[in-house]
């Protein structure tokens, strides 16, 4: 597959602002990674000590009361605001790590290489990989660092793809030519030529990748295969669902805010990934 | 066309491939016995008849690719293995959760095309306005909304609360209903993880299809058809909506994978008893052999669903037949 060579401007010569939909993305990153960082300051209690008698309903002592072995619930959405960034965002640099190089490589070798790569990312995308990652998370036993890797190492093809098409553009680029020409070598030219091109592209993949990575891992967490001595949201909403929360009053104070949370943070990296998209490159602009 | 379809042949087949390579190796590159993770965990209780038996069905005592064969043979024969902890086939235990996962699954994927066609087609044609703009915003949100977040909320306010509808499983454990009651209270047992799941299922059509309408309407052809006199309605219908659901035809196959993940999490918090169900229950119990042969079956699924797509396509594209 070749893309014709396109004289497609990689800066444009005035670009569109960032709009209101980005700056929304990017209070309510700032607003939960300040949570996240000012966590001993701002809960109440620790929130992995039993502070009060358990399912308490709110009060002034417990804003959103206690769980089913008394300890602080807001304490613990505030602290699991830590492991659930944490884990968004370390899932999301594996992924886009592999996946930029993967998309480099594939882009800028073209031929077998490139064929090769993108059936691998053709592969991936056909795994039903929640299912995967059950299997994977199942034999691995529950651990913080195996959901770190497993995530990272499933979510990589889409931010290859993308980094490859750009690749692509970059490549006939003049200044590209011209340091083959002079006998660069190819690893170089990756290097120091592709590579600073697609960065800011990679980035915009890396913030939509750490919102799907946040919403696997509360997922997994919620199916129980989480990390049980470090709390995330969807933790949180695992022990709700086993203890019925749902069915009583309680689900007011210990499902909705969790949830809340995870949907918060997700749209957060979504919003600033789309409008970043948008922002880097005008040909991807979605109407948004 | 057949170099095409020969293409898409040998990545279903690697990807089966690498599937049932994973499910070989993951329980012999454990740490201690592989028969931990082929009996499950009770396996100090077997009596040694069955320890033999459970050697002969896996060759044990053999050499590892001689195992690798014999495993592709019994999956060849559909011999799923035998569920220790269950006392039962995993093939007729699958077999029972089958159709409850097709009902919940079919339905949902093809409520959320319809729905999500309409509305991003909806939307696009009065791109700006409010409809487009509200739709967009809370398509934007229910893709970010947690699908199992979601189930519970449903349950909390329409089972729980309102008590519309029953809270959990397939039909009302105990009740003798046949005839028109049996299939009311299936369908009642239904609506919460159907809307669930087409609920989550709906934005990704419906952002493609808004995609791929604003795309068509920048076309000539709309321009022309409108000049030539056609009223709005019939520009719409015609000529702008059928070529843009061709975008719409691809991410259906997309969804398949997609939606193979959401339903493990809307049956495990509905309790309905579908294949996500099952493979929650099989993660619950450390029933590894029960684990595997799930995920083979949804991994077999999405492949088979796949190929139904990909066949299906040069029907609804013209184009790809000439190819």
């Given amino acids: 597959m070749t ?51 358990p399912f308490q309903a709110p009060s002034r002592a417990h804003p959103l009361g206690t769980n089913d072995i008394g300890q602080d619930i807001l304490s613990e959405l505030i602290y699991g605001a830590r492991i659930s960034l944490t884990i968004g965002f370390l899932a999301a640099g594996i992924a886009v790590g592999i996946g930029t190089t993967v998309g480099i490589v594939a882009g800028f070798l073209g031929g077998w290489a490139d064929a090769a790569l993108m059936r691998i990312v053709d592969l991936v995308l056909v795994i039903p990989f929640l299912p995967l990652m059950i299997l994977l998370a199942a034999y691995l036993g529950p651990s913080y660092w195996n959901i770190i890797i497993v995530i990272g190492v499933l979510v990589w093809a889409r931010p290859a793809r993308v980094v490859r098409s750009q690749v692509l553009s970059v490549k006939s680029l003049d200044y590209v030519e011209a340091a083959l020409a002079l006998g660069s070598r190819s690893a ?26 946040i919403l696997i891992e509360a997922s997994l967490s919620f199916l129980g295969l989480g990390d049980p001595t470090a709390k995330s949201w969807g933790s949180v909403l695992y022990y709700a669902q086993v203890r019925n929360a749902f069915l009583s009053g309680a689900w007011l104070w210990w499902v909705v805010p969790p949830g809340l949370l995870i949907t918060a943070a997700t749209l957060g990296f979504a919003f600033t990934g789309f409008a970043l998209e948008a922002y880097l490159n005008p040909r991807v602009r979605r109407g948004v | 066309m057949w170099r095409f379809f020969a293409g898409r042949g040998a990545q279903y087949l690697l990807v089966l491939g690498l599937t049932v390579t994973l499910n070989f190796a993951l329980p012999r590159m454990m ?7 082929l009996a499950g965990e009770d396996v100090g209780f077997l009596e040694p008849q069955q320890r033999a038996q459970l050697y002969a069905l896996y060759g ?15 999956l ?35 409520l959320a095309t319809l729905i999500g066609a309409a509305l991003g087609a909806l939307a696009a044609w009065r791109r700006g306005g409010s409809f487009d703009l509200g739709t967009l915003g809370v398509a934007m949100l229910f893709e970010s909304v947690p699908s199992f977040w979601l189930g519970m909320i449903l349950i909390a306010v329409f089972a729980a609360g309102l008590k519309w509808f029953p809270i959990f499983g397939a039909v009302t454990a105990g009740a003798a209903l046949s005839g028109w009651a049996l299939v009311v209270d299936r369908a009642r047992h239904l609506a919460l993880p159907l809307a669930t ?28 058809a409108r000049a030539k006199g056609l009223a709005e309605r019939v520009v719409l219908r015609r000529h702008a909506v059928r070529n843009a659901l061709l975008p719409v035809a691809t991410v259906f196959m997309l969804n398949l ?3 193979a993940s959401g339903a493990t999490v809307t049956e495990t918090v509905f309790s309905y008893p579908g294949i996500g169900r099952l493979l929650y229950e099989a993660v619950l119990n450390r029933d590894y052999p029960v684990l595997q042969g799930t995920f083979f079956i949804i991994t077999v699924s999405v492949i088979a669903a796949n190929i139904l797509a990909d066949l299906a396509y040069p029907f609804i594209d013209p184009r790809v037949r000439r190819r």
């Fill in chain 1, 3 to 53: 893309v014709a060579a396109q004289s497609v401007p990689l800066v444009p010569s005035r670009r569109p602002a960032l709009g209101p939909v980005g700056w929304l993305g990017l209070a309510l990153l700032a607003a939960l990674t300040l949570t996240a960082f000012f966590a001993p300051v701002l809960s109440p209690h620790n929130p992995e000590e039993t502070v009060g008698d």
């Fill in chain 1, 188 to 213: 170089r030219v990756m290097l120091r030529h592709i590579l600073p091109a697609v960065l800011p592209l990679a980035l915009a993949q890396f913030i939509l990748a750490a919102s799907n990575a």
């Fill in chain 2, 31 to 37: 740490p201690g016995s592989p028969m931990v993770f």
């Fill in chain 2, 60 to 74: 044990l005592d053999q050499p590892q690719w001689r195992q690798f064969l014999t495993y592709l043979g019994n």
């Fill in chain 2, 76 to 110: 060849a024969r559909g011999e799923l293995g035998y569920s220790f902890q269950r006392g039962r086939p995993i093939a007729a235990m699958i077999g029972e959760r089958l159709p409850y996962t097709l009902l919940l699954v079919g339905l949902a994927l093809v």
């Fill in chain 2, 197 to 224: 799941l087409t609920l989550i299922t709906i934005p990704g059509t419906y952002l493609i299809m808004r995609y791929s309408m604003l795309a068509v309407l920048g076309e000539q052809y709309i321009a022309t």
């Fill in chain 2, 257 to 259: 994978g997609f939606i």
